[in-house]
């Protein structure tokens, strides 16, 4: 039997209308939820010049590494 494989559309609608990425929908990934509020500030981010992007994602680091150290101090 021959296998019936949407269109890369339909599939982006439809994972769209689950809220899911279309590589959690392909099994391709575990991140089920597409942060949108996220994804916009990336695609903002993106549009700055090279210095401030390095800039934000400079800040970005620093401040996941003091979560995690911050957690770490807490065991």
Do not use: C, W
């Not at 949407?6 to 599939?11: D, G, L, R």
Request: cysteine-free.
């Amino acid at each position: 039997m021959e296998e019936i494989k949407p269109s890369i559309e339909v599939a982006l609608k439809l994972a769209d209308a689950l809220g899911v990425t279309l590589d959690y929908l392909l099994g391709k990934s575990d991140n089920m939820v597409l942060d949108k509020k996220n994804l916009q500030r990336l695609h903002d981010i993106e549009n700055l010049s090279d210095e401030d992007k390095s800039n934000i994602f400079d800040t970005i680091d620093n401040l996941i590494n003091a979560a995690k150290l911050k957690n770490i101090a807490a065991l």
